[in-house]
């Protein structure tokens, strides 16, 4: 198709301009990227702050994310990435990624808000020939249901002949964005085989590992099974972790065991799942053979995943009573609030879930978490008069905290440990009495 070929000379020459909708944890980095390898791209973001941000130079992303602010500090200065709020920036774009959430609702219902508010407002604006590119995770068949009626709908052209429709769903972790995007490989799902070729042109710019063609289902399918895979994963760790600590065993050193074995990969245990990705795709991957199947062990694993919070509220409980002190009216601590370690992502934290299972209970409750905003306090003042303590996310720092002046500063010493980054003999060795996700007391007998 000549309208393809003409894309790919200007692919080659990086004299196409890019478009991408929402500048969050996965547009803004690959808007940087792009920008800095020559293409002239803007950026579209709803949130005023975060562009004016941008503008100047400045990530609005917190945490440890290693070389993005200089990276976007660098496209800054030379020229080639521009933020705006304004959907009309977008008339000239010759290739336009999505980037915006896509989230679930209580009965595990994708909302498309974000997505169908992107299509809608790009199709009023978009010129002919565009390539469409939707990097969000959606449910299989979202493309051809959602996508590519509202466009069409919007714009008044026609899929495949006006323009061209392709998925290429991230696979990125906070804390990673630049190496992920960098070295993880990508299906480059097309409308047609010619388009996911096209696809993998582009993307080649920027991706240093395998880009491999594919359809637009099997694209959906894809990226919502490898996040359904590591969510059942992790609940098999969580329910051997809980099995673990209910029979006096040590979750990490029979972790260590199998593992030995070949062909066995026990993941970590720990006190929940967080993050944007993996409490919804399962969701989205059940939701696209809703009617179809009869599915039960992911849901199954969601549950599982889900429940860890309330774990920790048992067990503090349980921690509680061996000094007659009730959870009503109780202080307690915890340490982290972020969903992973060394980030300020806070999007399904288990710790907020923590959080309002305890105010449930009447628990007064602090919380600290040096990359979140509002909770950048210090740990000794924070936790100062507190009952017991909950570590919810393993930061760096919380590894290294002064166990004696956290006995000190505790009516209790009690500490909860729901990643297991305190060494447990050397919490004992302080006075503080231990307790971990997966680890049974008895093996602090002796």
């Known amino acids: 198709m000549k309208q393809l070929q003409s894309l790919n000379k200007k692919i080659k020459t990086k004299k196409a301009k890019v478009a991408v909708i929402g500048l969050g944890y996965v547009g803004l980095p690959v808007a940087c990227m792009l920008a800095e390898t020559g293409f002239k ?157 096209t696809m993998k042109k582009f993307y080649r710019h920027i991706v240093q590992s395998d880009l491999d063609a594919a359809d637009l289902i099997t694209t959906e399918v894809t990226k919502t099974a490898e996040n359904a895979f590591r969510d059942v994963n992790i609940a098999f760790a969580n329910e051997l972790a809980l099995i673990c600590q209910s029979v006096g065993a040590d979750f990490l050193k029979v972790r260590e065991l199998v593992n030995k074995s070949p062909g066995r990969n026990v993941l970590f245990a720990g006190a929940g799942v967080g993050g944007h990705c993996i409490p919804k795709d399962p969701w989205l991957l059940v939701y696209g053979a809703k009617g179809k199947a009869d599915i039960r062990l992911i849901p199954a694993a969601r549950g599982i995943n889900e429940s860890m919070p309330q774990q920790i509220l ?61 909770f950048k306090q210090e740990i000794l003042e924070t936790i100062n008069a507190c009952d017991a303590i909950i570590v919810m996310v393993a930061h760096e720092e919380y590894s290294k905290i002064d166990l004696q002046q956290i006995k000190q500063r505790l009516n209790f010493p009690i500490i909860i440990d729901g990643r297991r980054v305190i060494d447990p003999k050397l919490a004992n060795q302080a006075g503080l009495d231990y307790y971990g996700i997966g680890f049974g007391l008895s093996n602090l007998e002796g």
């Open 41 to 197: 791209v803007v950026g579209v973001d709803l949130k005023q702050d975060r562009v004016d941000l941008i503008n100047q130079g400045i990530s609005p992303i917190e945490g440890k994310e290693p070389g993005l602010s200089d990276l976007l500090n660098l496209v800054f200065h030379l020229g080639n990435f521009r933020a705006t709020t304004d959907y009309s920036d977008l008339t000239d774009a010759d290739i336009v990624l999505i980037d915006v959430e896509t989230p679930i609702d209580d009965e595990h219902i994708p909302q498309y808000v974000a997505l169908r508010s992107a299509c809608q407002s790009l199709g009023k604006v978009m010129k002919d020939d565009v390539l469409l590119i939707v990097e969000s995770t959606i449910a299989p068949g979202t493309m051809e249901t959602l996508v590519r009626p509202l466009v069409e709908e919007f714009s008044g052209k026609k899929s495949g002949e006006d323009f061209f429709l392709g998925a290429c769903p991230e696979r990125v972790m906070p804390g990673k964005l630049l190496a992920n995007l960098r070295n993880m490989s990508r299906v480059c799902g097309g409308d047609t085989p010619e388009i996911a070729e």
């Open 314 to 374: 048992i067990m503090l409980k349980g921690a509680l009573n061996t000094y007659n002190k009730s959870l009503k009216d109780a202080k307690v601590g915890i340490l982290g609030y972020a969903y992973l370690a060394d980030s300020d992502d806070t999007r399904n934290s288990p710790s907020e879930k923590l959080l309002e299972l305890l105010t449930d209970a009447q628990v007064d409750v602090v919380v600290q978490d040096p990359y979140v905003e509002n």
